[in-house]
C-alpha cells in the first residue's frame, strides 16, 4: 500500500527566508512523486514530479524537490519565500491509476 | 492551456438526495478519476476510469457512488442518496496517454444539509 507523511502542518515564515518542507513515503512498485500546490481559493496546481533520472527536479516559481531513496524522502525547497508563496502544499505519491496526497502544509509568508 | 472544468462550482442539497457532479475533461485524455477533500483534510482517492470501466475504488466509493461517461466527453460522479459526511470538495482529475501527470479541475464544493 502506498502511503505519504507530511510532518510540517503549518509553516510560518518571513519573506525571503529558505523554505524546506519535508516528505516521507511508502509505494511498492516503481515510485512517481508529486507536489501539487493549492493556493487560497483555487485548485490544486502541480508544482513538479518526479519520474526517474536526475534525483534534483526543479519545477515552476523556483521550486526544486530532491528524491533521496534511501530515505523515501522528497523535500521540497526553495531557496527565497515570497508572500505569494502563502498556500497549502501536498506531496503525492503514485502514477496513473492511484495518486495518495500527505495531508499537506499549510504556509504563511509573512511579509 | 486545455483545462478540466466542472460543473456546478457549488452544489447545496438535502441528505438524501441524488447528485450529479459533471466534468469535461482534457480531450485525447484517456485516465479518469474522481477525488475528494473534506474540508481540513487531505485529498482521498475515489475511482480511476478507463476504457468505460472502472479500473480502481477505494473503500471510499460504495455502492452509493456511480461514474459514467455517458457521451464520451462528459465525465460523471453521481451520489445516489447523499450524507451529511458527502460534504466535501469533489475534484475531476484527468491523464493523459504515457504520462503519469493528472490534471486537476477546479472542484465542485458538494454541501449535503
Known amino acids: 500500500a502506498q502511503s505519504v507523511s507530511q510532518h510540517n502542518h503549518h509553516v510560518i515564515l518571513s519573506e525571503a527566508a529558505s523554505l524546506e518542507l519535508g516528505c516521507n513515503y511508502s509505494y511498492g512498485g516503481t515510485v512517481n512523486l508529486f507536489w501539487y500546490v493549492q493556493y487560497p481559493g483555487q485548485h490544486l496546481q502541480l508544482l513538479l514530479k518526479?519520474?526517474?533520472?536526475?534525483?534534483l527536479v526543479k519545477g515552476i516559481k523556483g521550486f526544486e524537490a530532491e528524491f533521496i531513496k534511501s530515505k523515501f524522502s522528497f523535500n521540497l525547497r526553495k531557496p527565497s519565500v515570497q508572500w505569494s508563496d502563502t498556500a497549502e502544499y501536498f506531496c503525492?505519491?503514485?502514477?496513473?491509476?492511484?495518486?495518495?496526497f500527505g495531508t499537506g502544509t499549510k504556509l504563511q509568508v509573512i511579509p | 492551456e486545455p483545462e478540466v472544468t466542472q460543473t456546478p462550482s457549488h452544489q447545496v442539497t438535502q441528505m438524501g438526495q441524488e447528485v450529479i457532479l459533471r466534468c469535461v475533461p482534457i480531450?485525447?485524455?484517456?485516465?479518469f478519476y474522481w477525488y475528494r477533500q473534506i474540508l481540513g483534510q487531505k485529498v482521498e482517492f475515489l475511482v480511476s476510469f478507463y476504457n468505460n470501466e472502472i479500473s480502481e475504488k477505494s473503500e471510499i466509493f460504495d455502492d452509493q457512488f456511480s461514474v459514467e461517461r455517458p457521451d464520451g466527453s462528459n465525465f460523471t460522479l453521481k451520489i445516489r442518496s447523499t450524507k451529511l459526511e458527502d460534504s466535501a470538495m469533489y475534484f475531476c482529475?484527468?491523464?493523459?496517454?504515457?504520462?503519469?501527470?493528472?490534471?486537476f479541475g477546479p472542484g465542485t464544493r458538494l454541501t449535503v444539509l
Open positions: 518526479y519520474f526517474s533520472g536526475d534525483p
Open positions: 482529475v484527468c491523464g493523459g496517454q504515457g504520462t503519469d501527470t493528472q490534471y
Open positions: 503525492a505519491v503514485g502514477g496513473y491509476q492511484k495518486v495518495t
Open positions: 480531450s485525447n485524455h484517456l485516465y
